[in-house]
T-cell receptor
Framework: DAGITQSPRHKVTETGTPVTLRCHQTENHRYMYWYRQDPGHGLRLIHY???????DKGEVSDGYSVSRSKTEDFLLTLESATSSQTSVYFC???????????FGPGTRLTVT | DAKTTQPPSMDCAEGRAANLPCNHSTISGNEYVYWYRQIHSQGPQYIIH???NNETNEMASLIITEDRKSSTLILPHATLRDTAVYYCTYSGGGADGLTFGKGTHLIIQP
């Protein structure tokens, strides 16, 4: 299995508070992705990174920001969490475009 | 609207080949077909992908039709641990990301 970890694995937070999720890889892959998975909506891309300090928006980026200061770490921040951001968040890594993506174990976030 | 169409569920006997179909009629010429599976509450697991040729790896085989509008994932000797939701999708990478629909819930029967 690809070396991907996500932290925290579970988090409960209140509406309006900032939240940062961390994705860490040991594979030295160039591409990293953040997705959310919700019943009825499937898997949707939030943001992705194609290198250190190089990021771009995905399908559902509103309310989220990302940062990548090192190859191995990709952070997802919810500046002011809302109940609609309650979801399971997955990080994925890939060595390049059109290559397979390997997913982390996920973070279950509940915003109350 | 879903990018792909898959049957919602399928059963297969343990030890037999499981053949999972997928329709992806809107795929573009430079987009790859990907198959993933997800066991409850775990992260999606990559299985196989291809552009237009049939592909085989240690987990499965992928058969893509000549017009590329559909594909079939074949698990040659299904085991109970293959029970999962299987997702078919296609992407050119980057901002396209991966989009999963509802997938096929494959149940391997002992």
């Amino acid at each position: 299995d690809a070396g991907i970890t996500q932290s925290p694995r579970h988090k409960v937070t209140e509406t309006g508070t900032p939240v940062t999720l961390r994705c860490h890889q040991t594979e030295n892959h160039r591409y990293m992705y953040w997705y959310r998975q919700d019943p009825g909506h499937g898997l949707r891309l939030i943001h992705y990174s194609y290198g250190v300090k190089d990021t771009d928006k995905g399908e559902v980026s509103d309310g989220y920001s990302v940062s990548r200061s090192k190859t191995e770490d990709f952070l997802l921040t919810l500046e002011s969490a809302t109940s609609s951001q309650t979801s399971v968040y997955f990080c994925a890594i890939s060595p390049g475009l059109a290559y397979e993506q390997y997913f982390g174990p996920g973070t279950r976030l509940t915003v109350t | 609207d879903a990018k792909t169409t898959q049957p919602p569920s399928m059963d297969c006997a343990e030890g037999r080949a499981a053949n999972l179909p997928c329709n992806h009629s809107t795929i573009s010429g430079n987009e790859y077909v990907y198959w993933y599976r997800q066991i409850h509450s775990q992260g999606p697991q990559y299985i196989i992908h291809g552009l237009k040729n049939n592909e085989t790896n240690e987990m499965a085989s992928l058969i893509i039709t000549e017009d590329r509008k559909s594909s079939t994932l074949i698990l040659p000797h299904a085991t109970l641990r293959d029970t999962a939701v299987y997702y078919c999708t296609y992407s050119g990478g980057g901002a396209d990301g991966l989009t999963f629909g509802k997938g096929t819930h494959l149940i391997i029967q002992p």
